[in-house]
């Protein structure tokens, strides 16, 4: 099966700088990657996703890259905001099919 | 997008005993699916409820300790079954629409086996 890594677990940067969190994807057939946000006791939100016929897609102040033959995608926050401070999971997904989430990363934006 | 509700939003519940979760959707949804999210971890697939027929188990969960049923559209629930302290956990129903990628979570049920 799919298997997602992702990194790092633990961010914090400082109110104003950009984030990166990273993962990877094992399953060739897998063709569509979205991100959520976790805020604490609330449930996973979905804040962007990408299908594997494009390469980067934005919204505002995040952005999702993607690269099919590494198999690897990004999420990109950029002039983050304290309440971007939240865990953020990747995911994978082939053909409608169930998702493999990646482990988490916690961000934390200091003010 | 569909609205999607669980009950109940927490429980205690002793050892040996069972909790039946409900999950709504406002809508007609093609898949819905039942995670579970240990503290500080990510989502565990439990299984893929099916209409009109049995759950899809995702390897280590079974059926005989999480039933499902699924009997249309819109309405799904998970039973915890002979619960034991390491069934603590928040439960988390999904699902995703008629040609749809997209997956909406329910706000997710807090369990504590005591």
């Known amino acids: 099966g799919e298997n997602v890594e992702q990194h790092p677990s633990t961010l914090s940067v400082q109110e104003g700088d950009s984030a990166v969190i990273k993962c990877t994807y094992s399953?060739?057939?897998?063709?569509?990657f979205p991100w959520y946000k976790q805020e604490l006791g609330k449930r996973p939100q979905l804040i962007i996703d990408i299908r594997s016929n494009v390469g980067e897609k934005k919204d505002q102040r995040i952005a999702v890259t993607l690269n099919k033959t590494a198999k690897h995608f990004s999420l990109h926050i950029t002039e983050t905001q304290p309440e971007d401070s939240a865990v953020y999971f990747c995911?994978?997904?082939?053909?409608?099919?169930?998702?493999?989430f990646g482990s988490g990363t916690k961000l934390n934006v200091k003010p | 997008s569909a609205v999607i509700s669980q009950k109940p939003s927490r429980d205690i519940c002793q050892r040996g005993t069972s909790l039946t979760i409900q999950c709504q959707v406002d809508s007609q949804v093609t898949m819905m699916f039942w995670y579970r999210q240990q503290p500080g971890q990510s989502l565990t697939l439990i299984a893929t409820a099916n209409q009109g027929s049995e759950a899809t188990y995702e390897s280590g969960f079974v059926i005989d300790k999480f039933p499902i049923s699924r009997p249309n559209l819109t309405f799904s629930t998970l039973t915890v079954s002979n619960m034991s302290p390491e069934d603590s956990s928040i439960y988390l129903c999904?699902?995703?629409?008629?040609?749809?990628?997209?997956?909406?979570f329910g706000p997710g049920t807090r369990l504590t086996v005591t």
């Open positions: 995911a994978a997904c082939a053909d409608f099919n169930k998702f493999y």
């Open positions: 399953d060739s057939a897998s063709n569509y």
């Open positions: 999904s699902f995703t629409g008629t040609g749809a990628h997209e997956q909406y």
